[in-house]
């Protein structure tokens, strides 16, 4: 019989790391794509994943209800951003990518088999070793919520309901489009032709401040403003393109949503006009109000109450950024409650 010694144990595990270098040096190991990988390697990448992702999701506390009103935005950045690799309804997977190894999955049949938290791990952080990419930034949770939100609509979704969500009626993106046209096009499937934005988070930008918009398009493409969404549209689009795209957003009539939002509306009038003196809140209209202000100073007028208080929760939290103004925002965020952003959703997005 063979007796095993501790020792004997402790000298093989100490050499193995060595045989293996030894076996990679002198090629043994195939690193060619061409042929895939072992069965069983493919098999245990999968497994580590699954189990790393079910392991990591128990630290992820999904929201209340997964944001509905994120669904439109969602499906058009996953037609630029997802949709290469994965397909979508209606849009089969590339050739090339049908090559890649291991193969992105059409992600319809696989879906039902994550939780919503175990989605969110995934989305956020990506899979190492796949090519399978982390969300652009890793400041925008709400964002990758939304995400996950479309995820779970997109089994049961038709071709006609995804082109809808996703184009809006325009012509599919076209990548590194350096013609004003095109780019239009590309903007109108969140934004609409118009700028009213197709979802309660897609801000309504027509009739907007020319300067602001340029300057926030600059943000987002050089990470200032942190968004997972237009940091690709903003970097698609050709920048010396940007100026006449504000242009042309900023002068389309103002449009303003007919949604009525929850929200004392009086009570946010009176903080619009005249703050909150005794914890230095200053009163927004000061800065947001009138035509003669700073050019940069956004109009929030008739925008959609969901959009503003996500973008005031952001401020508060510290994780909005935005143009070199954008500190001046962050310690009156910071001061307010969240029933006061309610009410001050309601009072800007209910003006004319
Ligand atoms: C460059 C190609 C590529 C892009 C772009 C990409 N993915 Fe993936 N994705 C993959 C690959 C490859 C896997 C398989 C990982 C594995 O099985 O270990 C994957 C896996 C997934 C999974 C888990 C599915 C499963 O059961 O294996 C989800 C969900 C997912 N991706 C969503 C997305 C979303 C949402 C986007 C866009 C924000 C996206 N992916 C962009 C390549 C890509
Ligand atoms: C896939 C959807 C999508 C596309 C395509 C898109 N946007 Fe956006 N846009 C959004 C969303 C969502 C936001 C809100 C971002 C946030 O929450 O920070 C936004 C915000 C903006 C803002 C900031 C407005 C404000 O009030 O602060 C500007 C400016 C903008 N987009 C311009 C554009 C332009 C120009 C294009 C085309 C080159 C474009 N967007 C393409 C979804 C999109
Ligand atoms: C001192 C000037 C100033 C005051 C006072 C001020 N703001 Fe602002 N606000 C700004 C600036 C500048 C920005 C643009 C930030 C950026 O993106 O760079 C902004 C942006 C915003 C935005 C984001 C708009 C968008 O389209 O994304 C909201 C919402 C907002 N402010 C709400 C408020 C509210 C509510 C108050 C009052 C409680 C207020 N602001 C007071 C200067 C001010």
């Known amino acids: 019989m063979i007796r095993f010694h501790w020792k004997h144990i402790a000298i093989a595990l ?12 002198i090629g043994f190991f195939n690193i060619a794509a061409s042929t895939g990988h ?25 929201p209340e209800r997964l944001p509905a009103e994120g669904i439109q935005p969602s499906a058009g950045h996953f037609e630029r951003g997802c ?25 319809a049949p696989v879906i039902g088999t994550w939780t919503d938290a175990e989605l969110f791990r995934i989305v956020k952080y990506g899979v190492r070793f796949t090519g399978m990419p982390a969300w652009p930034t890793q400041q925008r949770d709400d964002e990758v919520w939304a995400m996950v939100a479309f995820l779970r609509v997109l089994p ?9 969500l996703a184009m809006g009626g ?5 990548m590194h489009a350096n013609d004003f046209e095109a ?60 100026a006449d795209l504000a242009r042309h957003f900023a002068s389309q009539p103002r449009v303003s949503t007919s949604a ?18 005794e914890r230095k809140v200053p009163a927004c209209l000061s800065c947001h109000g009138g035509s003669r202000r700073n050019p940069i100073y956004p109009t929030l007028a008739g925008q959609h109450a969901e959009y503003l208080k996500t973008q005031l929760r952001l401020f508060a939290a510290g994780r909005r950024g ?18 006061e952003i309610e009410d001050l959703a309601a009072y800007f997005s209910s003006i004319k």
């Open 14 to 25: 100490a050499i193995l790391p060595f045989a293996a270098v030894f076996g990679a040096w």
């Open 83 to 107: 949709a290469i690799c994965h397909g979508a309804p209606g849009v089969p997977q590339s050739p090339a990518v049908q090559k890649m190894l291991p193969r992105p999955p059409d992600l």
């Open 183 to 242: 780019t239009v096009a590309d903007c109108a499937r969140c934004h609409a032709r118009d700028g009213r934005g197709r979802s309660a988070l897609v801000p309504i930008i027509s009739g907007q401040r020319e300067e602001y918009l340029r300057a926030s398009l600059e943000a987002f493409a050089e990470g200032k403003r942190p968004s997972g969404v237009m940091e690709l549209a903003a970097v698609e689009a050709d920048r010396r393109l940007w």
């Open 38 to 62: 072992w069965q069983i390697t493919d098999w245990f990448l999968h497994f580590a994943m699954r189990s790393a992702v079910r392991t990591y999701s128990l630290a992820v506390e999904p």
């Open 322 to 339: 935005g143009t070199p103004f954008a500190h001046l925002m962050e310690r009156t965020a910071k001061a307010l409650e969240e029933k």
């Open 156 to 164: 049961r979704m038709d071709a006609r309901t995804y082109g809808e």
């Open 260 to 277: 009525a939002a929850s929200g004392d509306a009086a009570r946010g009038r009176q903080i619009a006009e005249f703050g909150i003196p």
């Open 170 to 174: 325009e012509e599919s993106p076209a």
